[in-house]
């Protein structure tokens, strides 16, 4: 799937549907499976409720169809979501993971220039930050991705994530099966936003070993904590609640 149309048109340019499109062809490759929810949020006695009211898992050049119907949701108040990495299969449990292209982090309640103060000489410049509402996303493009074909290998990446998400002052959002928010939508919890890219950098991509030093770090507290690598990868279909409710 070609991106360089991306390359150097000013991102804030683009519209909201080619923003979506700069998203979906820079994280995945074209025959990825990709997790897509709208959830609508609401109040039942003064208790914040949600609801999904659309899921589906489409291969990401598919997925590039369904801008409309996407739009159609969020119009009608319910916010979009997405799978951060690929499935193998239609289901919600970590064992659907079976590779990360992509590295991110999720700043709650920030702007982009104090989520960069944040982030600034602690970890690589990030490949694109995202302006969700209320806070801020970070993306590093692997130049080749991780192969999670083991649950040692799933407890490595979430505890890398984990060290890297601490570094660059965001949430602990490592979960493979994270849903976070697409950008070309509107953040709806509230009063709408725009969750618009403001960084994008398409040809911008790390080697795994550029992130050595917080994966040693990950490992060191593993050793030092073995309740940390307590892992269930045979979980139920229901997804756990950092992922039916993404922070921001």
Same mark, same amino acid.
């Given at each position: 799937?070609?991106?360089?149309?991306?390359?150097?048109?000013?991102?804030?340019?683009?519209?909201?549907?080619? @923003?979506?499109? &700069?998203?979906?062809?820079?994280?995945?490759?074209?025959?990825?499976?990709?997790?897509?929810?709208?959830? @609508?949020?609401?109040?039942?006695?003064?208790?914040?409720?949600?609801? $999904?009211?659309?899921?589906? %898992?489409?291969? &990401?050049?598919?997925?590039?169809?369904?801008? /409309?119907?996407?739009?159609?949701?969020?119009?009608?108040? &319910?916010?979009?979501?997405?799978? $951060?990495?690929?499935?193998? +299969?239609?289901?919600?449990?970590?064992?659907?993971?079976?590779?990360?292209? *992509?590295?991110?982090?999720?700043?709650? +309640?920030?702007?982009?220039? @104090?989520?960069?103060?944040? %982030?600034?000489?602690?970890?690589?410049?990030?490949?694109?930050? $995202?302006?969700?509402?209320?806070?801020?996303?970070?993306? %590093?493009?692997?130049?080749?991705?991780?192969?999670?074909?083991?649950?040692?290998?799933?407890?490595?990446?979430?505890?890398?994530?984990?060290?890297?998400?601490?570094?660059?002052?965001?949430?602990? *959002?490592?979960?493979? *099966?994270?849903?976070?928010?697409?950008?070309?939508?509107?953040?709806?919890?509230? /009063?709408?936003?725009?969750?618009?890219?403001?960084?994008?950098?398409?040809?911008?991509?790390?080697?795994?070993?550029?992130?050595?030093?917080?994966?040693?770090? &990950?490992?060191? @507290?593993?050793?030092?904590?073995?309740?940390?690598?307590?892992?269930?990868?045979?979980?139920?279909?229901?997804?756990?609640?950092?992922?039916?409710?993404?922070?921001?």
């Amino acid at each position: 799937m070609g991106n360089d149309s991306y390359k150097f048109t000013p991102i804030h340019d683009l519209s909201p549907e080619r @923003q979506f499109r &700069a998203l979906v062809q820079t994280i995945f490759d074209p025959r990825d499976l990709v997790e897509i929810r709208a959830i @609508q949020s609401g109040s039942r006695s003064g208790t914040t409720t949600s609801k $999904v009211v659309y899921r589906a %898992w489409h291969p &990401a050049d598919q997925l590039l169809d369904e801008y /409309s119907r996407l739009a159609d949701l969020n119009q009608r108040g &319910a916010n979009v979501y997405y799978g $951060v990495n690929p499935r193998r +299969d239609h289901s919600g449990k970590k064992a659907s993971v079976h590779l990360c292209r *992509t590295l991110w982090a999720d700043l709650d +309640d920030c702007s982009v220039e @104090q989520a960069r103060v944040r %982030w600034r000489k602690k970890v690589p410049e990030p490949s694109s930050v $995202v302006h969700s509402g209320p806070g801020v996303h970070l993306y %590093w493009r692997l130049k080749q991705p991780l192969r999670l074909e083991s649950a040692e290998r799933i407890i490595e990446l979430e505890a890398t994530l984990a060290e890297i998400q601490h570094e660059s002052g965001a949430d602990t *959002t490592q979960d493979v *099966t994270r849903l976070l928010r697409l950008p070309g939508f509107d953040n709806t919890k509230r /009063s709408p936003v725009p969750c618009l890219i403001k960084q994008f950098r398409s040809n911008k991509s790390y080697s795994w070993n550029r992130f050595e030093r917080w994966r040693r770090r &990950a490992m060191v @507290q593993m050793v030092d904590r073995p309740s940390l690598s307590l892992i269930h990868i045979s979980e139920p279909t229901r997804p756990s609640k950092s992922s039916r409710m993404p922070s921001s």
